[in-house]
Nanobody
Framework: QVQLVESGGGLVQPGGSLRLSCAAS????????MGWYRQAPGKERDLVAT???????TYDDSVKGRFTISRDNAKNTVYLQMNSLKPEDTAVYFC?????????WGQGTQVTVSS
């Protein structure tokens, strides 16, 4: 059974930082491309960042220079370090694991940026 469990969300002031984690089980983690997506109320789920099995990363323009995605294959975990947070970063953040035709999602973790 595949499980992706996100953690690390919460309430933070503008300009603050959070680190999200996603622990995976039930998959050969090292071969999967891992990604973080986010969904704000009333909006579609959008891609934030991805990291391939070779640790090649991509970012949405809105988070470049502020967010960093990384992975630890020994711990089957992917991270999203979020710095200089803005109110528009408020959303539910979802972890995704993808390989060929397989895609799995976590349950999401809420990030709220507000003073």
């Amino acid at each position: 059974q595949v499980q992706l469990v996100e953690s690390g969300g919460g309430l933070v002031q503008p300009g603050g930082s959070l680190r999200l984690s996603c622990a995976a089980s039930g998959i050969i983690f090292s071969i999967y491309t891992m990604g973080w997506y986010r969904q704000a109320p009333g909006k579609e789920r959008d891609l934030v960042a991805t990291i391939t099995s070779h640790s090649t990363t991509t970012y949405d323009d809105s988070v470049k220079g502020r967010f960093t995605i990384s992975r630890d294959n020994a711990k089957n975990t992917v991270y999203l370090q979020m710095n200089s947070l803005k109110p528009e970063d408020t959303a539910v953040y979802f972890c995704n694991a993808g390989w060929v035709g397989d895609h799995y999602w976590g349950q999401g973790t809420q990030v709220t940026v507000s003073s």
